[in-house]
């Protein structure tokens, strides 16, 4: 398609503001009067508390409340759970039992923070520990201590899905192999922790919110636990969010902060510290044993797999369940097998709360598909390239259903994964491997080639929960034209670095033919905003893409409708030209996009009847594709559109310390038409920077008494510009036949990729000493250990 | 992570400064770049109830050579405790006579925290795996101490106790480090670390500085391993043993086993004490071939 | 208990700003809380992730391991300092913005703060300086390759010295 803006390089809108230090994050709002909160946090892995004692603390000047779970419990509802568990509650304060080290137990509302902090030391609370459980494959065993006795187990979600002939394509195939890989607890780790600030309006009865969120319906969440009418919520999303990549979720904070506001009568702010962030933000990532059995022939096609996911969700859950059925829409990945059993098994434990992180459980499903496929290769001592090529869905097969009724919508896997090898400059990527095991070195390459579902739709929510019949995840622009002729895009969302006002602008400009550096991108608050979701899911290019399409075609066939009323000529003979509307042919008879503006906003006699006056154009979007409940057998179609990432990676350990080094990296990307090449590219690079992160550096580890090891940026090692390679990137675009443009998405492009190639490399370097490792991060000290002939 | 309040107080000369830890004894901190200190004051895990800020004071911030012509003992370059790191990477004297403590500095944190730490706050804070204090206890190097009623020189061999505990009294302060040169030979030298991002603290350190004569021999060496015992750890014994070597590699590997048993190792949540053992091993191997390297 | 106060007065951005602040300030606290100069970011408030970078006396520093009164009398410059005089953007802002080196922002003005003073020191920097230089400051969201390319473009044609 040949597009006048669309995938051409141009500056974003938002980068100006936040270059000049103009962007406004939520601890920049600053309301009259505000005060501040810390909190008190408990201790143990678990205990009930017995008592909390305030005195010393509100006896300390500046300090005018301390808030605990008991009176905070009382007046709120249970914050929504994901999967049919409605005796797992969960509160922002810890409700009579604290069930991990760094839950909440009481906030202090305070002038500064400074004093917050003075008075929760003062804070006096009696715990009495009890039991606790930290291994999740334990948690299930008969005996275990119960996280939430009341629920019954520690289970949370168990389902065994069987789609196609398993048992047959298994007995039929000539080799199987089972295995087990592990990815460890991990997180996005945003720069800015999360934080909210609230502020009462008692005359109008409103609760004002400015928060750091990326979070699907968080308004309705925020009234419903605190027992108010959604219209009694006001959450302003122009607020700049500092990174989230799933995990800005904040609700039980801004439960927590909107009844301190309330109740307090004056505003009411809390940042999370790093401390507070990492311990008890609830903001941990999917930490999962996986048992796979591959079934498969001796010319390497892949007729079948068993995959039995456990997931440590910690010891609350909200949407995190969820993360296990994301997978579910791309269970095969990007290739042709026939059937598939898959058992996730989402489990409570005494550590903090999981939240959704980027891609939402598939990278570390990706990872695991990935090691089978390497594994397959390396029993039949086949090239991992071939065997990706044999098994990958072909270029001409789309739409391409897979066994658990998802179909896919396009791609070329091959061309793709050619891409990548070439940039990588394979053959001689070959032989600096071979060049550096010559000389003693371990080297190895990694290869992986990974879907990323996009468009999100929600359906893991009800093949989840059979009571949550949600079958729209729609999304919405409102498109308005002044009197002056200026545009301005109204989007319903706040962001988080994706860059959805360029996204808006570009795709306003492209259909309006007018220049997106005139259009403006607002964000509206949800009392005025259009029914909307989150940017979450990789869903903006398509969603937001697309319903800011259709109201600016709507606005197209306005100015249409009123050129051929005003002009006396039908539409078919008007063409639309950058705003201007001229009828066909050299007649000279046209408006002009101000002329016609005037019309609509001041010339109601010169209205075609029926047109509403003024220009302004909204639209809903539902997901393509959607709108279908599950199958009995947990048949359906999630996410509408695939792009595939093709990772090309030459790894270097050093076998005597066994620390790895990246010295190559090349990616291959295909996620259709890109509406703004920087900005793919950028969240591309990214999500591979925070793969590498997962593979090799980061993990939230707890000693055996439940404590989080790594609380501060000196333990969570996020990897700096010293440890991310320069990394060559190579685009193709099989265009979406179910998008505007083309377009897929991108957001969590990268990250769904880079810790299988990392792993597949590693394990490629210690393969000629026979040793391998199977589980995330892939440390100096556990690539040692397996060097050394540890365990695995 | 809001430090504790405290009252603060800038010396202006560093009399006043011993002055006001008399008067304040263990309630009070000494502070100059505070690149250790105010994290640890941010997690509320130091909470001195006075700083005394030493920063700015002029008769800890000369880089000085004292050298002997006469004698033949080692000269001398004195570094005032509150020397930026950032001074160090760029004081020609110092590039010139502290080789080795130039290697260290390039593994000790980033540009921001070199440009605010000093070279006296890192060897107080006395983390076991920093690099400072482990060069100061290699070069053999003497930490001279001040309070109200004096001067006390400790040998920075026997300062550090344990980790982040030292031989300096509360009402000490850091004045100056006294670094010994060596004199008349060909020196090498060499700092290798293990730290999982570059940056970070190290799992293990070791460092060496090797004199060799003109046929190659060894005449003198010094070497030492961070991170892998409750202090930075000088190893004299084996620097011994290896002048009047040649320095080969057979000699080097022996020397490295030696080493590592001589070391006392911890695990935590990065490296278990098999791997720092291991690690100690192989650094110390790594900085002895290096050295020798570096001389030719 | 109230706590006692200390005067401090600095050259913020060339401007002479003066205050009453308790010890415990610390300088980034300082600069957006007392002066309101919200550009500054903290991340980590433990000296890890630089975005709370400024620069003192012309040098960069992590602003959340510095107390306000340490830095009495001394001259910062934030990421609100960098424009021209004429309030249009600096060299290497536009340069981030050319590149897109940022995604949400929130690294950026320390990013920016680390780059300027590298580009002060060594107009025209290797691949390997500017990763190094650039090593202290973390970024979750570009993977610091369009940070690395924007540096790279800003080098060379770069106005002179800062204030």
């Not at chain 2, 980033?110 to 000093?118: E, F, L, P, S």
Request: aromatic share 6%.
């Amino acid at each position: 398609m040949n597009f006048r803006y669309i995938g051409k390089k141009r500056r974003t809108k938002e980068d100006p503001r936040f270059v000049t230090g103009r962007g406004r994050f939520v601890a920049d709002v600053a309301l009259p009067g505000m005060k501040h909160v810390a909190l008190v946090t408990s201790p143990h892995a678990a205990a009930r508390i017995k008592a909390i004692r305030a005195e010393k603390a509100l006896a300390l000047q500046g300090v005018h409340y301390v808030l605990t779970g008991e009176e905070l419990c009382a007046a709120v509802d249970p914050l929504l759970i994901g999967v049919d568990a409605p005796l797992v509650r969960r509160y922002p304060l810890a409700n009579g039992v604290a069930r991990y080290a760094g839950e909440w137990v009481a906030a202090v509302v305070a002038d500064s923070r400074h004093l917050a902090e003075d008075a929760a030391e003062r804070v006096e609370v009696d715990y009495e520990p009890i039991p606790y459980i930290l291994d999740a494959e334990k948690s299930i065993e008969p005996g275990a201590p119960l996280v939430h006795p009341e629920h019954g187990s520690n289970v949370l979600y168990r389902r065994k899905f069987v789609w196609g002939p398993v048992e047959e394509d298994f007995a039929r195939a000539a080799h199987r192999l089972s295995f087990r890989v592990r990815w460890g607890r991990s997180a996005t780790v945003p720069i800015e922790t999360f934080g909210v600030a609230a502020q009462w309006d008692p005359a109008q009865q409103l609760l004002d919110v400015w928060a750091s969120i990326q979070m699907p319906k968080f308004p309705d969440q925020t009234a419903r636990a605190l027992r108010l009418p959604g219209n009694a919520v006001r959450v302003y999303f122009d607020v700049d969010v500092g990174g989230s990549f799933g995990v800005k979720r904040g609700i039980k904070h801004t439960v927590l902060v909107g009844y301190l506001a309330k109740k307090l009568g004056f505003p009411v702010r809390f940042i999370e510290d790093r401390l507070e962030n990492m311990r008890g933000g609830d903001m941990h990532g999917p930490d999962r044993i996986f048992d796979l059995q591959v079934a498969f022939d001796a010319d390497g096609t892949i007729r079948s797999m068993k995959i039995r996911a456990l997931d440590d969700v910690g010891a609350y859950a909200g949407r995190s369940p969820l993360q296990l059925g994301k997978p579910v829409g791309a269970i095969v990945g990007p290739y042709r097998i026939g059937s598939v059993e898959y058992e996730p098994i989402s489990v409570l434990t005494n550590k903090t709360a999981q939240e959704a992180v980027r891609g939402f459980g598939q990278s570390p499903t990706n990872y695991a598909l990935e090691s089978a496929v390497d594994r397959v290769a390396r029993h039949l001592g086949m090239d991992r390239v071939a065997i990706r090529k044999k098994n990958f869905i072909g270029k001409d097969q789309f739409p391409y259903l897979i066994p658990s009724g998802t179909t896919y919508d396009s791609g070329d896997y091959h061309t793709v994964l050619d891409k990548a090898l070439a940039a990588a400059e394979y053959a001689s990527l070959v032989e600096m491997r071979e060049a550096a095991r010559k000389a003693g070195r371990l080297a190895g390459i990694g290869i992986s080639t990974c879907l990323e579902p996009s468009g999100g739709n929600t359906a893991f929510e009800p093949l989840f929960n059979p009571k949550n019949e949600t079958t729209t995840w729609m999304d919405s622009c409102l498109v308005r034209i002044d009197l002056s002729g200026a545009i301005t895009g109204v989007m319903n969302t706040s962001s988080a670095g994706q860059g959805h006002e360029t996204l808006v602008a570009t795709v306003l400009g492209e259909i309006l033919e007018r220049d997106p550096d005139t259009i403006r991108v607002v964000h509206a608050d949800s009392l005025t905003a259009l029914p909307s979701n989150s940017p979450v899911a990789s869903r903006m290019a398509i969603m937001l893409g697309g319903a800011a399409a259709g109201a600016a075609k709507r606005i197209k066939a306005a100015l249409l409708a009123i050129a051929a009323h005003n002009l006396g000529v039908p539409e078919t003979l008007l063409e639309y030209r950058e705003g201007n509307v001229a009828v066909k042919g050299a007649t000279g008879k046209s408006l002009g996009w101000d002329q016609l503006v005037e019309i609509a906003h001041r010339k109601f006699h010169r209205m075609p009847p029926g047109l509403e006056p003024g220009l302004q154009a909204k639209f809903v979007w539902e997901v393509p594709k959607g709108g279908a409940l599950p199958t009995a057998d947990g048949r359906i179609q999630m996410y509408p559109c695939f792009s595939l990432e093709a990772h090309v990676v030459l790894v270097e350990i050093d076998p005597a310390t066994g620390q790895a080094k990246l010295v190559r990296y090349a990616c291959g990307h295909d996620c259709g038409t890109m509406i703004n090449p920087d900005i793919v590219h950028g969240l591309t690079y990214g999500g591979i920077a925070h793969g590498i992160g997962a593979a090799l550096y980061e993990k939230f580890a707890y000693s055996d008494n439940g404590q989080l090891l790594s609380q501060s940026f000196m333990d969570y090692l996020i990897p700096s510009a010293l440890e991310i390679p320069s990394i060559t990137m190579v685009d193709h675009c099989t265009p979406s036949p179910l998008t505007e443009f083309g377009q897929k998405g991108s957001g969590e492009a990268g990250y769904l990729g880079a810790p299988a190639a990392i792993a597949c490399a590693v394990n490629d370097a210690l393969g000629p000493m026979g040793a391998s490792i199977d589980e995330l991060p892939m440390t100096p000290l556990a690539i040692w250990t397996r060097i050394q002939g540890g365990p695995t | 992570m809001k430090a504790a309040p405290f009252e603060y107080f800038r010396a202006s000369t560093l009399a006043e400064a011993c002055a006001q830890l008399a008067e304040h004894g263990a309630d009070a901190k000494l502070i100059a770049g505070g690149q250790s200190l105010v994290p640890m004051m941010a997690m509320r895990l130091a909470r001195p109830a006075w700083l005394i800020d030493i920063r700015r004071l002029e008769e800890l911030q000369r880089i000085e050579s004292r050298n002997d012509p006469v004698s033949s003992a080692d000269d001398v370059v004195s570094v005032g405790a509150a020397v930026r790191q950032c001074v160090i990477e760029r004081d020609p004297l110092a590039r010139a006579s502290l080789p080795l403590l130039g290697r260290a500095l390039k593994w000790v944190g980033h540009v921001q925290t070199r440009n605010r730490g000093t070279v006296g706050g890192s060897i107080v804070h006395a983390d076991p795996s920093a690099e400072i204090p482990l060069v100061t206890c290699v070069l053999d190097a003497v930490l001279e101490l001040r309070d109200a009623a004096g001067a006390t020189d400790v040998p920075a061999r026997e300062f550090f106790l344990a980790p982040m505990v030292t031989a300096i009294a509360p009402e000490q302060c850091l004045a100056e480090i006294r670094f010994p040169v060596w004199k008349g030979a060909r020196v090498g030298s060499a700092f290798e670390e293990v730290s999982i991002r570059q940056g970070d603290f190290a799992l293990v350190s070791a460092c060496a500085q090797v004199a060799l004569d003109a046929d190659g021999k060894c005449i003198r060496a010094a070497l030492g391993i961070g991170g892998a015992s409750p202090f930075p750890q000088a190893l004299p014994e084996i620097g011994e043993r290896l002048a009047g070597t040649q320095l080969d590699d057979r000699t080097i590997v022996d020397a490295a086993d030696a080493a590592a048993k001589l070391i006392d190792p911890d695990g935590d949540l990065h490296a278990t004490a098999a791997y720092r053992r291991h690690l100690a091993r192989v650094l110390v191997e790594r900085v002895l071939r290096s050295a020798r390297e570096d001389v030719r | 208990m109230s706590e006692r106060l200390y005067r401090v007065s600095m050259l913020v951005n060339a401007q002479r700003r003066e205050a009453e602040v308790p010890a415990r300030l610390t300088l980034v606290d300082f600069l957006r809380d007392t002066l309101r100069l919200t550009g500054t970011h903290t991340g980590c408030e433990h000296g890890i992730c630089g975005a709370c970078s400024v620069l003192l006396d012309g040098a960069p520093v992590r602003s959340c391991l510095i107390y306000a009164v340490q830095a009495d009398g001394g001259s910062v410059i934030t990421i609100e300092g960098l424009a021209r005089p004429d309030g249009t953007q600096g060299t290497l802002q536009d340069s981030f913005c050319e590149a897109h080196a940022l995604q949400c922002g929130f690294c950026t003005p320390g990013m920016i703060i680390a780059a300027h003073a590298l580009l002060n020191d060594n107009p025209a920097p290797s691949e390997a300086q500017i990763r190094e230089a650039i090593g202290g400051n973390l970024c979750r969201c570009t993977g610091y390759q369009q940070i690395v390319d924007a540096i790279q473009l800003a080098s060379g044609k770069r106005d002179g010295g800062i204030a």
